[in-house]
Structures are given as structure tokens and as C-alpha cells.
């Protein structure tokens, strides 16, 4: 059994390397960093060969359709999906000032007598992202229904959740490459099983020991429990996991079918006018790129060349 001390040496020693091989680059804040050289010509790497072989999984050239959202989004998304009912612990808001120059002299004072200068800000409409694939519901909301046909959309998104750690697997900003489909229920579900496999071997491939586990997310409150409960119950999210630490599992992927839970909150109606489902597959890049070096190592050199070629690491 592993202790607590014992996981945080772990998770600090692990840190530590990270930095000192420049995979990792320190930021102001805590959790949140920058990537080096070598660790984004992975994460690019990874990126290219789950796009590659999802697209080539598909029935037909084309049904693969890749777009981009910006971090930011409407507050507005974080109440349409949810995302404040369960997880008010993870989001978070873009305070902004909007006062006059003599609100701007009251601020300066305040930052000048080393006192907080937060106060002067407030919410705004604007909220930070905690999920690639939410964007991408309010945006077909806004568009016909012959876009939720099946087709597969994949996005790679900036997202934000609120959980500061020492473990550098748990990040503050991490990006999540996405394979998401909205349609009708079978498609969800075929969609959701096929990613899973799909990301199951690619993981593999790339010389990762990976596991596939029944999930729930972690739902806030008293509550939540019981949400956490029928989550699983109904077998609505796996996650491929690997060994980082000694005796414990992290997810370095996961696979969700939503049910109509996002078509329901935003009108997505599939081609026959039925409230569409939806599934997505994520990535989580820079997880599974640091899964990468703790099994490879931080030096790009040595990596095993299948493993080198599958990422393009010769062109890098
Ligand atoms: P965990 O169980 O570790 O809290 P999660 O279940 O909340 O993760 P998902 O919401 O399913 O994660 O997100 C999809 C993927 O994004 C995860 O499988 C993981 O690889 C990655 N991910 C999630 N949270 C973080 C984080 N804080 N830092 C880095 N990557 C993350
Ligand atoms: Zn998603
Ligand atoms: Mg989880």
C-alpha cells in the first residue's frame, strides 16, 4: 500500500525531472505550464496519428471535420451544459474592469498599499472552457440540423479546471485533443465503443501499458454521489489508464456517451427531427505525453524508433 507522503514524493520527484529536462516550463501560476521542445513535437506527433487513424477509420473520406474554439467562451456555456450544477469546484469566470479613470485611481492606490486590487474587478460574461467539446454543442445549437448527421468532429481545445496539484499530471490549463460525434443513439454508442478501442491501441503501440476502466466524473456535493453512482451504473464513461505512480491508475483518455443530455439542453436534432445523442473521445495530450517520458525517458534520442516513427520524431 502506498502512503500519502510517499505519493507526494512521487508525484514531486516526477515534477522535478520534467523541469530540469525542459519538457516542462514554469509559468506564474500554480499548475499551469508551458511545454519545451521536445514535449510539444510529441504532444504534435500525438496529434497527427490519432487525426490519421481516426480518419482512416471512418466509412467515408471526408467525415472526419476538424475545427478550433478559443479557451474562452460565454458564461452562459458553463450553465447550458451543467457544468456549474456539477462542477462548481473546477470552473472558472474572467473577471475584467470596466470602471472610470477615478475607479482606475482607487485600484492603483489599493495595488500602491500592497492591499488587494481584485475588488474593483467583477465577472464578466465570459468564462474559461473546461471541456474541448463543449463549444462545439453551442455552436451547432446555432446551425441547421443537417450538421448532427454522424459526422465526427474533432477539435483541440484549451481547457481550464480549477484543481491545482503538485502531481504534473494534473494541470490547471491542459489541452484535450477531441473526437466528438453528435447523432442518433447508435451512432453515440458505436462511436464512443470504436474511439475506445481505436485510442486503446494506439496507446499501446506507442509502448504504454494501458488499462480500461468504468468511470464517473468527479460530480460535486452530497449529490453528486448519487450522480457519480448512476454514471457508472449505466456505463456512460471509460477511461484508458496507465500506471504513473506505483499502485494507482491516471486516465490518460477517456470516452463518453452523453445520452441526450447536450441535445436535449441545445435543441441538436438529428436529420429525422429526433433530439440527437452525442459520445466524445478525449486525449488528454500533455498526460500522455508525460506518460510517454516516464516509460521512455525525457530524451527524444533514445525512444524506441517504432515509437519514433508513429510520432514523426526524425522530421522534428
Ligand atoms: P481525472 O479522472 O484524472 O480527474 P477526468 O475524468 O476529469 O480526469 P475527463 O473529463 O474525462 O478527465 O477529461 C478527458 C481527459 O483529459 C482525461 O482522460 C485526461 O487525460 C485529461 N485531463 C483531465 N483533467 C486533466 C488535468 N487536470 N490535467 C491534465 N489532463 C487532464
Ligand atoms: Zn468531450
Ligand atoms: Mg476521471
Redesign the pocket.
Known amino acids: 500500500m502506498t502512503t500519502e507522503p510517499d505519493v507526494l514524493d512521487a508525484e514531486r520527484a516526477f515534477e522535478a525531472e520534467l523541469l530540469q529536462a525542459q519538457w516542462l516550463l514554469p509559468t506564474l501560476g500554480a499548475g499551469v505550464t508551458g511545454t519545451g521542445v521536445a514535449m510539444e513535437a510529441v504532444i504534435q506527433g500525438l496529434q497527427r496519428l490519432a487525426r490519421d487513424r481516426v480518419a482512416r477509420h471512418l466509412p467515408r473520406p471526408g467525415a472526419l471535420q476538424s475545427v478550433r474554439f478559443p479557451p474562452v467562451n460565454g458564461r452562459s456555456m458553463l450553465e447550458r451544459t451543467d457544468y456549474v450544477a456539477s462542477f462548481p469546484q473546477l470552473l472558472g469566470t474572467v473577471d475584467v474592469f470596466s470602471g472610470d479613470t477615478k475607479d482606475h485611481r482607487r485600484l492603483l492606490a489599493d495595488r500602491e498599499a500592497g492591499l488587494p486590487w481584485d475588488g474593483h474587478l467583477h465577472t464578466s460574461d465570459y468564462a474559461l472552457v473546461p ?1 474541448a467539446c463543449h463549444p462545439l454543442y453551442a455552436w451547432l445549437s446555432q446551425v441547421n440540423a443537417a450538421t448532427v448527421d454522424g459526422t465526427v468532429w474533432t477539435i483541440t481545445g484549451d481547457c481550464f ?1 480549477n ?1 491545482p496539484s503538485p502531481d504534473p ?4 490549463s ?1 489541452r ?1 485533443l477531441e473526437f466528438v460525434l453528435v447523432g442518433s443513439p447508435e451512432q453515440a454508442v458505436a462511436h464512443r465503443t470504436a474511439m475506445l478501442e481505436l485510442g486503446q491501441g494506439l496507446l499501446a503501440g506507442l509502448g504504454l501499458a494501458v488499462t480500461v476502466e468504468g ?1 464517473n ?2 460530480f460535486f456535493g452530497r449529490a453528486g454521489v448519487m450522480l457519480a453512482k448512476g454514471q457508472r451504473a449505466a456505463e456512460l ?1 471509460f ?1 484508458i489508464t496507465t500506471e504513473i505512480y506505483p499502485g494507482r491508475n ?5 470516452g ?1 456517451y452523453h445520452e441526450d443530455h447536450f441535445g436535449a439542453e441545445f435543441d441538436l436534432r438529428t436529420p429525422d427531427g429526433s433530439v440527437a445523442h452525442s459520445a466524445c473521445f ?3 495530450l ?2 500522455i505525453a508525460l506518460a510517454l517520458a516516464r516509460t521512455h525517458g525525457t530524451d527524444l534520442r533514445t525512444w524506441p524508433e517504432s515509437v519514433r516513427d508513429l510520432l514523426g520524431l526524425d522530421a522534428a
Open positions: 471541456a479546471r484543481e499530471m494534473r494541470l490547471v491542459f484535450m468511470a466524473d468527479p464513461k477511461e491516471t486516465a490518460i483518455s477517456s463518453n478525449g486525449f488528454g500533455e498526460r
